[in-house]
């Protein structure tokens, strides 16, 4: 969360498709992308002058860069959308596999972040609990590349934007917190319970 800046980081990162979307229902294709562009300028700079991490800044002006990029070369608004649905596609794909061969990535990731290596994979409770969490997080990146597609597919940008707005940040949430409550009862667990 400190490198991506808090809440308020991750807030602000969801400013440029908010632009977006406002600026190409109120005009067009054209003066939404630079709107976009510039609101991601705007929040590297204003994460710069905070002295917050440089790289999720860096992250975010390029994701947002790519986004247009397609958006301008198809013509078409949802194009801005269709990194974000590929990504959700991917990451749900990686997360399924990593249950499948039993390397759950909620624990590869929360144990790589906070530095506590790989034993977890050990206990029993543990490697229940992150299986869970990352069968979470695949229903949460499935349901936008369901949702999302679904409208992509029905050129409903505005509603697409939408979608990706209330499903980004609200969905992000609840899978995190998902994941943090299942490995701490995890932890709380007698072993044999």
């Known amino acids: 969360m400190e490198q991506m800046g808090g809440v308020p980081g991750i807030v602000a990162s969801t400013a440029p498709v908010l632009v977006f979307i406002i600026v190409n229902v109120l005009t067009s294709l054209q003066p939404a992308l630079i709107a976009a562009l510039a609101a991601g300028a705007a929040v590297a700079v204003w994460r710069l002058v905070r002295k917050q991490a440089l790289m999720p800044a860096l992250s975010g002006l390029l994701g947002v860069g790519v986004a247009a990029f397609i958006a301008y070369r198809t013509g078409e608004a949802r194009g801005f959308y269709l990194p974000g649905l590929l990504t959700s596609a991917a990451f749900g794909l990686a997360f399924l596999v990593s249950v499948l061969v039993r390397r759950p990535l909620a624990g590869v990731i929360w144990h790589g ?81």
Do not use: C, K
């Open 113 to 193: 972040i906070n530095g506590h290596g790989q034993t977890w994979r050990r206990d029993p409770r543990l490697l229940r609990a992150y299986t869970w969490a990352s069968l979470l997080w695949v229903v949460v990146f499935a349901s936008r590349v369901v949702v999302q597609g679904w409208l992509y597919d029905a050129e409903e940008e505005t509603w697409l934007g939408i979608a990706r707005l209330a499903m980004g940040l609200p969905l992000f949430g609840l899978a995190l917190l998902g994941t943090v409550l299942a490995v701490r009862r995890a932890n709380r667990t007698p072993l044999g319970a």
